[in-house]
């Protein structure tokens, strides 16, 4: 039987912003918050025992102002 490849997408900035919220008091010596980065991490490394994909890609949104801005 022919397996069709798996490519996953993922919204990045929201399941960062999601993790961020999600788990709290996470953070660097220095007090830099690592909650995001760290759930982030979880929540991916879940997907790919659960979903291996063939391919993945990750959407980040970018800081600088874009066409979408305009309209």
């Known amino acids: 039987m022919l397996k069709h490849p798996v490519?996953?997408?993922?919204?990045?900035?929201?399941?960062?912003?999601?993790?961020?919220?999600?788990?709290?008091?996470l953070?660097?010596?220095h007090g830099l918050p690592t909650n995001a980065v760290y759930g982030f991490a979880i929540m991916l490394k879940r997907v790919l025992?659960?979903?291996?994909?063939?391919?993945?890609?990750?959407?980040?949104?970018?800081?600088e102002?874009?066409?979408r801005h305009a309209q």
């Open 27 to 29: 953070a660097t010596s």
């Open 49 to 63: 025992e659960k979903y291996p994909p063939d391919y993945i890609c990750v959407a980040l949104d970018s800081p």
């Open 7 to 25: 490519f996953l997408m993922i919204d990045g900035m929201s399941q960062a912003y999601r993790a961020y919220f999600a788990i709290r008091g």
């Open 65 to 67: 102002r874009t066409v």
